[in-house]
Nanobody, 120 residues
Framework: QVQLVESGGGLVQAGGSRRLSCVAS????????MSWFRQAPGKQRELVAS???????AYADSVKGRFTISTDNAKNTMYLQMNSLKPEDTAVYYC??????????????WGQGTQVTVSS
């Protein structure tokens, strides 16, 4: 069994910062790509940022220069540092990861989501 647990969401004023964390636990043997997605009310889930095992990163145009994705491989943890937040960043943020367990090859797992609300 594998769990992805996000934390760090909450209410923040426009222009402020927030750091999200995602911890993978359970029967984790290896982690490949990890990503942050978000879903705003009435909208489709979208990719925000991704990071490979080799720490190559990619960002949605809407967050480039404001958000930074990183990992601590020793802790099986991924972070999303969000700066200069805007009301349009309001969404539920989801962690996504390709994880290999003791019992199977790589599979995709999702966290339960953490709400980020940016007030104007």
């Amino acid at each position: 069994q594998v769990q992805l647990v996000e934390s760090g969401g909450g209410l923040v004023q426009a222009g402020g910062s927030r750091r999200l964390s995602c911890v993978a636990s359970g029967s984790v043997v290896g982690i490949n790509d990890m990503s942050w997605f978000r879903q705003a009310p009435g909208k489709q889930r979208e990719l925000v940022a991704s990071i490979t095992r080799g720490r190559a990163t990619a960002y949605a145009d809407s967050v480039k220069g404001r958000f930074t994705i990183s990992t601590d491989n020793a802790k099986n943890t991924m972070y999303l540092q969000m700066n200069s937040l805007k009301p349009e960043d309001t969404a539920v943020y989801y962690c996504n990861a390709e994880i290999r367990t003791y019992f199977s090859g790589y599979s995709t797992y999702w966290g339960q989501g953490t709400q980020v609300t940016v007030s104007s």
